[in-house]
């Protein structure tokens, strides 16, 4: 009379009950620590927007590698802070040039003990601030970029990239890059494609990071969120010009192109949490508004639900320490 036969709750009674029918792991190799270097800073310059995130000096940086490291993280992105910016981001392809210097002190520091990995993208060193150069009436000129990325990944394979993450949007990248690496002989060297890459209101506090010196916006080459079929015409391309894993960025806003990746997708794919969701839950947990570890967990592990394999996240150390390193 009247007891419901089906109870789900049963699988809820206790801690030990849910960690058996749990569904989704979360574990430190999954995980990828993005980090910035600022040339000539001598201390580990705050990013107000990012709170618990620096511009990391050379030294900071091998530090927090190494912290990284010994968290068991999956992988580190890194991204470069020039003192000097031109048209065509020169000092991107500078083997002294401030990335290219920090990949060869982690590379030294670290070894194979993790996989580093590169942002291959302009953005960071044109003093437009555009993710590519631009033609002479100012529009983003996608074949005379490619050329510009392929230098940018050939300095950051000498400098001891392990993995190159070209995520300006241009047409034939993954293409033009791997092509370039294999007549080279860097054909062990693997392409993380900033795949499906929306124009974004979430990237806002990146810019602040990163010193951006755009004024316009990315909407010429990053996709129109609210499309998805571009997301899975960009697939299509990506693999077939030889994207050893995919990407989707941002994440939580974009799970369900992160479920149709990995329904689709031979390859490991990664979202990138980037830094608005990681500014939007660090200043509601300072206002008291939610529970600061919790929400960490819970969207990260969103992510893994969704079908990511590997999530990148300005978390990565700490959630990482907070875990199970054997899994
Ligand atoms: C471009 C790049 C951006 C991010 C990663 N690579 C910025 C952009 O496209 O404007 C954003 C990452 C984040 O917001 O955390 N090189």
């Known amino acids: 009379m009247g007891f419901p036969q089906h109870r789900p709750r049963r699988l809820r009674t206790t801690p030990a009950m849910r960690r058996l029918a749990a569904e989704t792991d979360l574990a430190p190799r999954h995980l990828v620590l993005p980090m910035f270097v600022k040339e000539g800073a001598t201390e580990p310059v705050p990013i107000a927007s990012m709170p618990g995130v620096v511009q990391h000096t050379r030294d900071s940086l091998r530090k927090a590698a190494v912290e990284a490291v010994a968290a068991g993280v999956g992988g580190l992105m890194l991204f470069g802070v020039p003192e000097t910016h031109d048209a065509t981001g020169s000092a991107g392809i500078d083997p002294d040039g401030v990335l290219n210097v920090a990949l060869r002190d982690v590379r030294a520091e670290v070894g194979d003990a993790t996989v580093l990995m590169a942002d291959t993208c302009l ?24 050329d510009r990325y392929v230098q940018l990944a050939l300095a950051q394979v000498e400098a001891g990239a392990h993995m190159l993450g070209p995520s300006g949007m241009m ?14 002989g860097h054909t062990d060297i693997g392409i ?32 129109d969120f609210r499309n998805a079929g571009d997301a899975l015409r960009e697939l299509a391309l990506d693999l077939e010009e030889g994207a050893d894993m995919v990407m989707v960025k941002p994440a939580m806003s974009y799970l369900d192109i992160v479920r149709t990746f990995a329904d689709s997708a031979d390859v ?38 969704a079908g990511a394999d590997i999530v990148l996240t300005y978390w990565a150390t700490e959630l990482a320490n907070r875990l199970d390193h054997a899994q």
Request: a negative charge; proline letters at 2%.
């Open 268 to 305: 490991p794919v990664a979202a990138y949490q980037v830094s608005g969701e990681y500014a939007m839950v660090e200043a509601a947990a300072a206002n008291g508004w939610i529970e600061r570890d919790r929400a960490i967990v819970e969207t990260v592990t969103s992510i893994r639900r």
């Open 171 to 184: 047409d034939g990248q993954v293409g033009a890059i791997r092509a370039a690496l294999d007549s080279a």
């Open 192 to 223: 993380l494609a900033y795949t499906a890459k929306y124009a974004s209101a979430f990237f806002g506090p990146f810019r602040q990071a990163v010193e951006s010196q755009l004024t316009g916006d990315r909407m010429t080459y990053q996709q």
């Open 123 to 146: 953005d960071e060193f044109t003093d437009h601030g555009h993710c590519g150069v631009l033609d002479a009436q100012g529009r983003v000129d996608n074949d005379a970029t490619l």
